[in-house]
């Protein structure tokens, strides 16, 4: 069965220091995703991507961060000048279509910060 | 606005059923459910469109009150493997973030 792949699992990073996360959708998925989980709180959603660009991002999506799709299969977000309240658990997801369909979620990369 | 699930948490013997409640303030156009594993990526469970479509799997059962905005996850039989947090996702017209609530902590025991 396809799956989300992302890499790395863990990143450890100092502050300020800038990071890439890397995520591989399913591969016929159109719609891509990034959400994050700080340590026993909930999925909070960060940016979804759609036809190489932003459709949808929330307050926490701020200048810090950046999306690209480089090519044809890594979906990647950027986090600039790491804060100590950036650790969390981030999440990839992909679905088909958008509305509707369902997100499938990649493992994910817990990002520490020190 | 987040959806708010309830219950928190809940406890139950294998074979025993639960109900899981998530409500919306927003008018919605879907709920999605996932259940997650400590330290695991949330699994699809199901999703409840508005208009009464449904996917998802085939043991699993979901129902979407569109007039209150509300959806419930019944687990029925409960098996050990559903030990887990269950969050629901909501979708508004307007995009295709999920929103999700805060989770409910279910713990199946033998």
């Known amino acids: 069965e396809p799956e989300v792949t992302q890499t790395p699992s863990h990143q450890v990073t100092q502050m300020g220091q800038e990071v890439i996360l890397r995520c591989v959708p399913i591969?016929?998925?159109?719609?891509f995703y990034w959400y994050r989980q700080i340590l026993g709180q909930k999925v909070e959603f960060l940016v979804s991507?759609?036809?190489?660009?932003?459709?949808?991002k929330s307050e926490i999506f701020d200048d810090q961060f950046s999306v690209e799709r480089p090519d044809g299969s890594n979906f990647t977000l950027k986090i600039r000048s790491t804060k100590l309240e950036d650790s969390a658990m981030y999440f990839c997801a992909s679905s088909q279509q958008g509305n509707g369909d369902e997100q499938y979620f990649g493992p994910g990369t817990r990002l520490t910060v020190t | 606005q987040q959806p708010v699930q309830s219950p928190q948490a809940v406890i139950l013997r294998e074979g025993e059923d639960a109900v899981i409640n998530c409500s919306s303030s927003?008018?919605?156009?879907?709920v999605h459910w996932y259940r997650q594993k400590h330290g695991e990526a949330p699994v699809f469970l199901m999703i409840l469109l508005k208009g009464g479509e449904q996917k998802g799997h085939d043991k699993i059962s979901a129902s979407f009150n569109e007039k209150k905005q509300q959806s419930s996850l019944y687990l029925t039989a409960s098996q050990l493997s559903y030990s887990g947090t269950y969050f629901c996702g909501t979708e508004t017209d307007s995009g295709y973030a999920l929103n999700f609530g805060k989770g409910t902590s279910l713990l199946v025991t033998p």
């Open positions: 991507f759609y036809n190489n660009e932003i459709s949808e």
């Open positions: 591969s016929n998925h159109l719609y």
């Open positions: 927003k008018a919605l156009y879907s």
